[in-house]
């Protein structure tokens, strides 16, 4: 009893469920399951390969991916590219090098000097700034992804439900804003982004099948991934340090019940 | 309750030190020899417990200072701040940071946890009661010093959360201008608090000095706590004074050895929060770089802080909800005097039992509230809004302590206390077991 009542003091306060529905509320989420969830999840490789390649293709013409840097590509509990391929995938991008040693920032045609990417580099971001991101997008601002499903309540389920969410009818009475798209997953139900993926869209290198199903649940594992890079050794670390302190708990008790042996209280 | 001392100085060198700085003796009377009674349950392994957490927020505190970034200024991410840059560089780059600060942000949770299960247990035995009262008060000042500490330590990240709920609870004090007139004194206060004309980069600069520094004077609280606990010594469940040896164990080996098996368990509930549910207790919105143009739908304080939240956000009067709130806290420093009771511990006032009860569910309903939008309503009851149950429910906190505590305490007859602790202990049941 007295740990249900420890335990409850901390449940009591999370039990929450909201009421009633109302136009713009956000839909339950999608019941997916991913390799990651659970205490003793791990990220599947392939998924985040392709999760990489949907986001490359796809995601990256307006999203950034400020916080990620090249070289944790080829680092475990990441997607597990090689070494090799991690430093083709830096060199395939073009990243700032501006201003060179005259102090120029752009070449003779007045564009930014930019060079190949390197492992220390960091994803370079498809708008210069804000407001070029704004006026590409209609006035939106594309969110950068780096953090998306941890600044976001239901994570991976909410990316996958929302970019598989589209395409569905309104409720009558519903009027959809102008530019903007219906999408029941989004709060407001209005959302400047376009549906991103179609089926086929992204070729895998490994032949996998590509229906939207398949790709906006590859780029949720991915950017699992992105916004918690270290969730394999946390995982793998906290089943070491829980069967520690089980035994240690264990130890402790057998001592406590030793010292107290012989003394009433 | 200490005694006379019995420490022996074995060896040369402590017999030396023992004439110039008794140190060694006074570690080994408080620590090892000082006389516990008996008959403590697994409630009062809190305090061994809260001694755990305090170490583990400075120390993972500590390092995370070293990697932490203290400024609201743009680094290289647009749209970002160098501290939650420095928070995100943690959390990726620097080795095991994520740890740390998973310990640290988590710690903070199980800190107030184990702080609201020692009140409730000190409020359930009567340990606030005389000769207890400083002893009792100076665990108000700490667990307000824990509140400060940790509203600074939720702004550091500069998330959105951190910077509304900085934003939020710093305006508190600009309802002072509703009395003040012309003067605008709150607005003054505020201004004087931001060290600027809103929330930005020299209010997160003192939050962090303050961060760091009133952990410390916790600690030199905590060691002042202590002090007064081993003059009157523990209460006991039973809340009866203790009458001589009979009644006592000394504290080592008895009480090590069993706030070490409860400091385990503890440390095991831990860790399934660290290293399995991390972001269970936080706010999506704080993994959002602080944006002074977009205000969260909801903003919410951290869960140990949703019960005096609904109770300011239940009273429409500002200044009045500020009153209210800050009453709450200030109303813990009275209890010695507002209980009436010659009896201490609940075990034997049948009637004040209930009410207590009834005062932990209180508390609960109201973390639900403040946890819960403005306009909601209670579950299944759309015609019946949530602000009017915080509304009873601030009533009810008030009211256990300002009209209950005194009245029952006169009103009750309590069961008949047993006559020491050994007889209640040893003898066949004397008390009515628990």
Known sequence: MRFALFAGLALGLTLAQPALA??????????????????????NRADLQHGF????????????????????????????????????????????????????????????LTRAGIPADHFPPPFPNEEAARTANGGALPPDLSLIEKARAGGAHYVYSLITGFHETPPAGFKVTANKYYNPYFIGWNISMPPPLTDGQVTFVDGAPNKIADEAYAVATFLAWTSEPHLED???????????????????????????????H | MSGPSTYVPQTGFTRWLDSRLPLVRFAHDTMLTFPTPRNLNFWYAFGAILTFCLGVQIVTGIVLAMHYTTSAMVGSVPGSSLAFDSVENIMRDVNYGWLLRYVHS????????????????????????????VLWILGVIIYLLMVMTAFMGYVLPWGQMSFWAATVITNLFSSLDQVTGGLKVGSHIATWLWGDFAVGDATL??????????????????????????????????????????DTVPFHPYYTSKDAFYVGLFAILFAVLVFFAPDFVGNPDNYIPANPLVTPADIVPEWYLLPFYAMLRSIPQKLIGVLVLGGAILTL??????????????????????FFWLFVVDCL??????????????????????????????????????????????????????????????????????
């Open chain 1, 22 to 43: 109302a136009d713009g509320d956000q839909k339950p989420l999608k019941d997916v399951s991913f390799s990651f969830e659970g205490p003793l999840g791990m990220f």
């Open chain 1, 53 to 112: 390649q949907v986001y490359k293709e796809v995601c990256s013409a307006c999203h950034s991916l400020n916080r990620v840097a090249f070289h944790t590509l080829d680092e475990a509990g990441g997607p597990g590219f090689t070494e090799a391929q991690m430093k083709a995938i830096a060199a395939g991008y073009k990243v700032d090098a501006g201003p060179n040693d005259k102090g120029e920032t752009v070449d003779d045609k007045g564009n930014p």
């Open chain 1, 234 to 264: 946390r995982h793998r670390i906290g089943v070491g340090v829980m069967i520690f302190l089980i035994v240690l708990s264990g130890l402790l008790y057998l001592s406590y019940r030793r010292v107290w042996k012989d003394t009433a």
């Open chain 2, 106 to 133: 988590n710690g903070a949770s199980m800190f107030f946890l184990a702080v609201y299960v020692h009140m409730f247990r000190g409020l359930y035995y009567g340990s606030y009661k005389a000769p207890r009262e």
């Open chain 2, 205 to 246: 600069n003192r939050f962090f000095s303050l961060h760091y520094l009133l952990p410390f004077i916790i600690a030199a609280v905590v060691g002042l706590h202590i002090w007064a606990l081993h003059v009157p010594g523990n209460n006991n469940p039973l809340g009866i004074d203790v009458k001589g040896p009979q």
């Open chain 2, 333 to 354: 420093a009275f209890i010695p005097w507002l209980d009436t009771s010659r009896v201490r511990s609940n075990r034997f006032r049948p009637l004040m039992k209930q």
């Open chain 2, 365 to 434: 309903i109201l973390g639900y509230c403040g946890s819960k939008g403005v306009d909601a309503t209670v579950p299944g009851v759309p015609l019946l809004p949530l602000v009017w149950v915080a509304r009873i429910g601030t009533a009810y906190y008030y009211a256990f302590f300002w009209l209950i505590m005194p009245i029952v305490g006169i009103i009750e007859t309590p069961k008949p206390l047993p006559d020491s602790i050994a007889k209640s202990v040893l003898g066949a049941h004397a008390a009515p077991a628990e």
